[in-house]
């Protein structure tokens, strides 16, 4: 299958700084990228849709001021979390959809945030 | 907005035994997609079901798309400890994927 990375794959920061998570398909042109969060042992959260070109669409109760995503190509979309608190702590997914048949997404691995 | 709902929450069998998770949705779904997530590990997509009534088979497991295009299953025959992780269903309807909260699968050897 195609491939999805994402880097970092772990971070730890202080409250109050930005965070900035990117995310590559590495071999397929991804126009459309989601970003998802996932508490322990909890299923994933949509948070937005990314369309290269364009702003992204976010799902409801998720702070697009907060949340940055830029999606300037089709092969990398980037995730800012700005000005981070403990609560921002999560793992971070994103997943590059495909418009072949199956129409299936492909995820990273996946970022670790720790805000202390 | 669309819900998707999955049962059960939590599944412990003996190795050997057979386990099936189910996947409701709210509204229909244009289709319905299947993924494992490992513990510590990110969603794998499994398969995809498209057509009413479809049933799909991978070796082991056994993938059910129901006729009014609203519910689905997953069974596992036979687990083995390689079946442990998180099993997820995801629909489509007018909307992104739509993600039910997983079944975890224990499994006992």
């Known amino acids: 299958g195609a491939v999805v990375s994402q880097h970092p794959s772990w971070v730890i920061c202080k409250s109050g700084t930005s965070v900035k998570i990117e995310c590559r398909s590495l071999?397929?042109?991804?126009?459309?990228m989601f970003w998802y969060r996932q508490f322990p042992k909890q299923s994933l959260m949509l948070m937005a849709t990314?369309?290269?070109?364009?702003?992204?669409?976010?799902e409801q109760g998720v702070e697009k001021d907060k949340f940055l995503i830029n999606h300037a190509s089709l092969t990398l979309s980037t995730l800012t979390v700005t000005s981070a608190h403990p609560e921002d702590s999560s793992f971070y997914i994103c997943?590059?959809?495909?418009?072949?048949?199956?129409?299936?997404?492909?995820f990273g691995p996946g970022t670790r945030l720790t805000v202390l | 907005g669309q819900q998707v709902m999955q049962i059960p929450q939590y599944q412990h069998v003996q190795e050997g035994e057979d386990f099936t998770t189910y996947c409701n949705s709210s509204t229909t779904l244009s289709n319905i997609q299947w993924y494992k997530q490992r513990p510590g590990g990110h969603p794998v997509f499994l398969i995809q079901?498209?057509?009413?009534?479809e049933v799909k088979k991978q070796k082991r497991l056994t993938f059910q798309f129901g006729e009014a295009k609203k519910n689905s299953s997953l069974h596992i025959t036979a687990t083995q400890t390689t079946d442990v992780g998180t099993y997820f269903c995801?629909?489509?309807?007018?909307?992104?994927?739509?993600f039910g909260k997983g079944t975890r699968l224990s499994v006992i050897a």
């Open positions: 079901l498209v057509k009413s009534g």
């Open positions: 995801a629909g489509r309807g007018n909307t992104p994927l739509v």
């Open positions: 990314s369309n290269e070109g364009s702003k992204a669409t976010y």
């Open positions: 997943s590059a959809g495909t418009s072949g048949i199956y129409n299936e997404q492909f």
């Open positions: 071999d397929f042109q991804a126009t459309t």
